[in-house]
């Protein structure tokens, strides 16, 4: 059977389940800690923050198979399935003898596989019968995924914005007006916590961290309403599955095996969810592939950070996981334009990782925005940085092919589109852009700072 360009499956084929890799794993990830108390979270200490049923998904590591609500099915109709493309002019630029294919989750407006997720999340809110959901979002493709959910479910959202990307993407902003979330600049004068930042470090352009705070206090102190997270979480990775899911079933039509499965990593979702059906396999003794999560050398939490329970939070108020972590006080070089600068890792990627199921690889970002602009100009899609990564790692491995003659089939995720990182590929295209890696030292020093519990 010919493979076609674009394998596309039929709207009855999209997944009607998520499927749990916890329930295959042997050694479970370790569960969240209360700082405070260090013992495990329960249900009854989240549900000040989280949605109820979120929670209980964020503890089951029993369930294989979890029911995707019919409402979510229904607006997954809108941009799922989402193709798998045989990177065919691709190969033909390398000229390798591997087989590449890329599954391309940046078919809507978000621009990214989170919609995935945060349709799920605004679902659960509903449900729930909350007000409205808060969050905090850095480059902006979570806030517009759950901008967007959220209309659709028509439930508030409100999106703390990193004030540096606030002020560098006036259109990302605009993006998540347009769907009628309010977009606050963090730190902001709306919180306990805000002012505080803003009393102590004026003329602060803010972080991920302080964000999340904001977005936190303001949930925990507004009746109605729950703070939702985009990446890093089990339940996340749950909803993402959706991508590996109808990667695996895509493959199977044409009798394709793959031999490597690359992904990049920021908190680990779009990687987690990708993978998660094939790790399934290999955990039951099915099949065996080599897995690559792609990283920032710049932000390199598998390859150069420690396996120990950290805060996922720079503002250290959020629970404690269990995770591969450069520390929550590492703040990546200003320099650093790719994205991915979360300074922990999913605690399920971690736990697989820690056993060998998985490998790492990290890139400084010249070489990922070189990978991103030889895809860009073989396939057509203007990669988002993060995904280039990915992009970056399936080009070298199917480059080795060159070299020994192999027929390896590579599969990979593009996550999503750059079309609001032109200030980056612009660097790129002058010249300007350069490389940074942290030195031991910097990363011995944010390493000491990890809190103190026995695991
Ligand atoms: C957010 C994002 C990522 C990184 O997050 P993960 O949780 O690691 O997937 C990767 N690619 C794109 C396009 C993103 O928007």
Redesign the pocket.
């Known amino acids: 059977m010919k493979i076609p360009y674009k394998i596309y499956l039929a709207e009855n084929e999209v997944p009607t389940q998520w499927y749990n890799v916890r329930a295959d794993m042997k050694t479970k990830p370790a569960p969240l800690l209360n700082p405070g108390t260090g013992k495990p979270l329960t249900l009854e200490e989240m549900q000040p923050i989280f949605c109820t049923e979120l929670i209980k998904q964020e503890l089951d590591n029993d369930t294989k198979w979890i029911d995707i609500p019919e409402e979510v099915l229904n607006f997954y109709r809108m941009f799922r399935p989402s193709p798998l493309v045989h990177a065919e002019f691709l190969e033909k630029a390398l000229d390798t003898p591997a087989k590449i294919f890329y599954k391309f989750?940046?078919n809507n407006t978000s621009?990214?596989?989170?919609l995935n997720s945060a349709i799920a999340q605004a679902y659960y809110a509903k449900a729930q019968g909350l007000k409205g959901v808060t969050t905090e979002t850095g480059?902006g493709?979570?806030g517009t995924a759950l901008s967007m959910a959220c209309q659709y479910f028509g439930i508030d959202c409100k999106v703390f914005m990193v004030k540096v990307s606030y002020e560098q993407k006036p259109f990302r902003r605009e993006v998540i007006n347009t769907y009628g979330a309010s977009i606050i600049p963090s730190p902001s004068d709306t919180t306990n916590v805000g002012r505080k930042i803003l009393a102590e470090h004026p003329g602060t352009t803010g972080s991920l961290g302080c964000a999340i705070s904001e977005a936190v206090e303001v949930a925990t102190s507004t009746e109605g309403y729950r703070y939702v997270l985009?990446?890093?979480l089990n339940q996340?990775l749950l909803h993402q599955t959706v991508i590996g899911l109808e990667t695996q079933t895509a493959l199977k039509k044409f009798g394709i095996k793959p031999d490597i499965l690359i992904g990049?990593?920021?908190?680990?979702?779009?990687?987690g969810g990708f993978v998660s059906p094939f790790m399934g396999e290999m955990l039951r003794g099915e099949a065996d592939y080599k897995i690559i999560g792609v990283e920032p050398a710049s932000c390199p939490s598998f390859t150069r950070g420690k396996y120990a329970y950290d805060f996922c939070d720079t503002g250290m108020i959020c629970p404690l996981a269990k995770m591969y972590t450069l520390g929550s006080q590492f703040i990546p070089s200003a320099n650093h334009a790719g994205?991915?600068r979360?300074h922990g890792m999913s605690p399920i990627l971690s736990e697989l990782y820690d056993e060998g199921l998985m490998e790492a690889r990290a890139y400084e970002q010249t070489s990922v925005f070189s990978a991103a602009v030889q895809f860009a100009r073989a396939e057509g899609i203007l990669p988002?940085p993060?995904?280039s990564h990915a992009i970056r790692c399936a080009i070298d491995e199917a480059l080795k092919c060159k070299e020994t003659g192999e027929e390896k089939t590579i599969v990979f995720n593009l996550?999503?589109t750059g079309y609001f990182d032109l200030y980056a590929y612009k660097n790129f295209n002058e010249g300007t852009m350069n490389d940074y890696i942290p030195t031991d030292e910097e990363i011995a020093a944010a390493l000491a700072k990890l809190p103190q519990v026995k695991a």
């Open positions: 989750e940046g621009g990214s596989h989170k480059a493709q979570w985009g990446s890093v996340v990049c990593t920021g908190g680990g979702s779009n990687l994205g991915l979360f988002a993060e995904s996550s999503g």
